[in-house]
Nanobody, 126 residues
Framework: QVQLVESGGGLVQAGGSLRLSCAAS????????MAWFRQAPGKEREIVAA????????YYTEAVKGRFTVSRDNAKNTVDLQMSSLNAEDTAGHYC???????????????????WGQGTQVTVSS
């Protein structure tokens, strides 16, 4: 079991930046792929970015490419999402997720992830 806690959300003006962080605890001795998802009111939860345990595989959804950067520090058991050039469409609850990494592929579906944080809200004002 691994527990995930997100931080760093808040209210920001359009064009601004935020950095989200996810701290993992529990069975962090195992290898986990990590991902950030987001869910806006009335919409499905969608993947934003994913990163393999060793950082060799990284994925961004098209809408955030060039604006967001995902990174991880396995020594600190943290995964960060640096978000810049934020716009109103980025307003959503943002969730950190983890799954055991078999190093074969990077999972992109929410059903592939076993562990979830409680989420942190990002609100972008126009």
């Amino acid at each position: 079991q691994v527990q995930l806690v997100e931080s760093g959300g808040g209210l920001v003006q359009a064009g601004g930046s935020l950095r989200l962080s996810c701290a993992a605890s529990g069975r962090t001795d195992r290898r986990y792929a990590m991902a950030w998802f987001r869910q806006a009111p009335g919409k499905e939860r969608e993947i934003v970015a994913a990163i393999s345990w060793n950082g060799a595989m990284i994925y961004y959804t098209e809408a955030v490419k060039g604006r967001f950067t995902v990174s991880r520090d396995n020594a600190k058991n943290t995964v960060d999402l640096q978000m810049s050039s934020l716009n109103a469409e980025d307003t959503a609850g943002h969730y950190c997720a983890a799954r055991r990494d078999d190093n074969r592929y990077l999972a992109l579906r929410k059903t592939d992830y076993n562990y979830w944080g409680q989420g942190t809200q990002v609100t972008v004002s126009s």
